[in-house]
């Protein structure tokens, strides 16, 4: 600190800042607020729904259906883009609130010492050089040099990521969005807005868009590819009629019902529903996707990339290991500050605690100012009340069968020596009932215990710390008179205890599943490396002699990146540089976090994944919310997400052969003596009903039964990939041959042919809808919507050459019950025969064309080499 800071401290804490200079600061410097980015408009928001290349072909075919007076297609179009345009919108207004939430995070007033007397401001009002005192549970308002500080501490997980409070002295820095746990501080403002700690992390959110899904992109890609093929069939289809002496308006009707007959129109209603739907199963497991795109996105996933803190471990402190003075070294084990638990002896046997370890949890009780808060109403689990490494002490004397208010009553506290940082250690000293008093000081291990005589213990302490815990040693002594604390009697050594955020309960179980979806899992924390290691081996993505990637030794690119599975010491921007990093590798990327350092990445990320017991930040800035903080319904969303991109594939799969053999019909009927093998408005009805409730009802399908254990699809991959355009097109060549077969024989024997082959290419389309259903688990469920869809099409379909307005309408003519049966019969060969395929498939070993795109993996242990992952 400069001198000029120095005097400017003393000013500000003695006088603070006057109103006058106050206020000319606040105009200079600008409000002690993050800076909001300007929102896009209603208008801007359609416009960039709109131009997506399907829908634009969409629309481009409704202009031209409404110029030529086709009012039920023109109806049809309009509503499928309206909807989807409506859902985006929507969708993406949510999205866009992240940077408003780090104002509700910021502390809302400050007290502040203005015009020498303390005054309460609200927290935008602050500027530099104001003097802010802070008591036990206030935000930080902005970045403080602190003058003043007694026992504080402070929780910086939001920011950092490191679970364990910071203890803080005078001329030390506090970071706006930090929280005072213990004691009390006063500090003057040196960074306020978008230069504080806060502020910095905003600007990189603001930053930072998240890009297309690839959901979005493969649809894009196909929506072109569908939108030129369509155009230009139908352009060789009108030149074809034209010089074949067709008129021009039957024509130019008939090229724009190809159009329409090529593009799937329902499929963006098809993805919002199986999205939507998605989404809907999700939140019955407490997962609450915010943007509907990113539920299909975790189908997708090959990375997932996960905070520590608050998301794999508990973000409470607990006692996970213990040493008595002979050595023995304890394991315990019980559900955050619960004072119920398991001991584990040195033999691995869990039992109750011996004699020394009831007394060391005693003495770690009785020097302890924290206390706990059992379960209430609106409070479901234990809490802390004061320090929380004190209040994990606490639940170790009750997992030691120890109720330390008992304790604390029988041997009263008459003198202490608080905490102090130089000395690293606190002294308290208590009455006994036989009147005597014992001393008892914890603190650091090598302030507390000597080289020689506690040899065995200093080197328990070192292999603790090497485990990632924070080590605190306890001593004692026994005196006939009342000592002076600030300089007690000699002390024997009580033990110590090792203190940790523990796994969750479900991490490892998380970790398997992830493994045998095939999906690697990252740890990225700012923790130091030994707490990162052994969490990882705890996990079991880390084995001996792996290297863990330290942010503070280097940048985080390259194969550093390629082939690590821990991070640690890591900050905000390098998060967000692993994250991008791993997607230039082609990579999909799930980011996990609950704090403030961790929004960045997850907006960064394919997908930004936030615990709702985290900060409204990452709640914010993410696209899935966990309300139960369970990575392990991220497992079960992965399935989900497939699930969906199984039905998108499923609908494309049915659509396109429809569309594929529509157009084969139209091109090739005239070959075959038929000038115009079906009338515009027969190719219209065909499609409303193919294309519409029962090709939305496909996205409703179950789950396959080995969605959980196959490996996530390639990135790379095309939406049509995998053999699906393989299967779209012998899908269309059959439903065409069989259409196509029963109109010449139907012109042979004398009959309506058009109206045959009308009725024959609609039957056969709703016959590929049954075919290409998911094959589910047993207990799986069935898609009875479908059934019900295909039924009532099929009633309409033949009500199309039985109702005589319908008949007027469509231009069929009546057929004989024998010719309709026959038609149902030869309707049905097409999808019988791609069941059959399937099926054969399958036994083969290889996938469904319309299911799954990669054949299901060999499950392998979540630290394995060579896992699957891609």
Known sequence: MTMTSRIETTVAAVHGLSSAEAAARLATDGPNAVATP????????????????????????????????DLPDTVIIVLVVVVNTVIGVVQEVRADTAIAALDRLAAPVARVVRDGRDRIVPAAQLVRGDHVRLEAGDVVPADLRLSEAQRATF?????????????????????AGTVLTTGRAAGTVIHTGAA???GRISEL???????????????????????????????????????????????????????????????????????????????RTRAIPRRLHAVETLGSVTVIASDKTGTLTEN???????VTPDGARYTVSGAGYTPRGTITGPGGVAGPAPAALRELARDAALCNDAGLLPPAAGRAEWGAVGDPMEAALLALAGRCDLDPQAERAGAPRVAEQPFDQARRRMTTVHRLLDGRFLVITKGAPESLLRPGPDATLLAAAADLAVEGLRVLAVATALTEDLPDPAAPPPLRPAGLVGIGDPLRATARDTAAAFARSGVRLLLITGDHPGTATAIGRELGILEHGDAVARGDSGPLTGDR?????????????????????????????????????????????????AMGGGTEVARQAADLVLVDDNLGTVAAAIGEGRRIYDNIRRFLRYALSGGAAELI?????????????????????INLLTHGVPGVALGAEPAEADVARRPPRSPQESVLGAGLLGSILIGGVCVASVTLAAGTTAGALGLPWQSVMFLVLGLAQLGVALAVRARPAPGGGRNRWLIAAVAGCLLLQLAGVVAEPLRTLLGTQPLTAATMLACVVVAAVPGLALRLADRLHRAAGAPAAGGSSTPAPVPAAPGRKGAPHR
């Open 38 to 69: 300007p929102r896009r408009g209603i208008l801007a928001r359609t416009g960039r729904q709109l131009a997506d290349p399907l829908v634009a072909l969409l629309l481009a075919a409704g202009t031209v259906t409404a110029f030529l007076g």
């Open 155 to 175: 929780d910086e997980s939001a920011l950092t990521g490191e679970s364990v409070p910071v203890h803080r002295a005078a001329a030390d820095t506090a970071g």
């Open 196 to 198: 504080s700690a806060l």
């Open 205 to 283: 959110v603001a930053r930072t868009r998240p890009g297309p899904t690839p959901l979005q992109r493969r649809i894009t890609g196909l929506g072109r590819i569908l939108g030129v093929t369509a155009v230009l069939v139908s352009a060789l289809f009108f030149a074809f009629g034209l010089l074949a002496g067709q008129p021009v308006t039957r024509m130019g009707i008939t090229a724009v019902s190809l159009v329409v007959a090529a593009v799937p129109e329902s499929l963006p209603a098809v993805v919002t529903l199986a999205l939507a739907l998605g989404a809907r199963r999700m939140a």
């Open 316 to 322: 409470r402190m607990a006692v996970r290991q213990a």
């Open 561 to 609: 990146i390629a082939h690590t599975r821990v991070f640690a010491r890591t900050q905000p921007e390098q998060k967000l540089d692993i994250v991008a990093a791993l997607q230039q590798r082609g990579e999909v990327v799930a980011m996990t976090g609950d704090g403030v350092n961790d929004a960045p990445a997850l907006r960064r990320a394919d997908i930004g994944v």
């Open 665 to 685: 019909v139209m091109l090739a009927g005239p070959l075959l003596g038929m000038p115009l093998a079906l009338l515009p408005a027969q190719l219209l009805w």
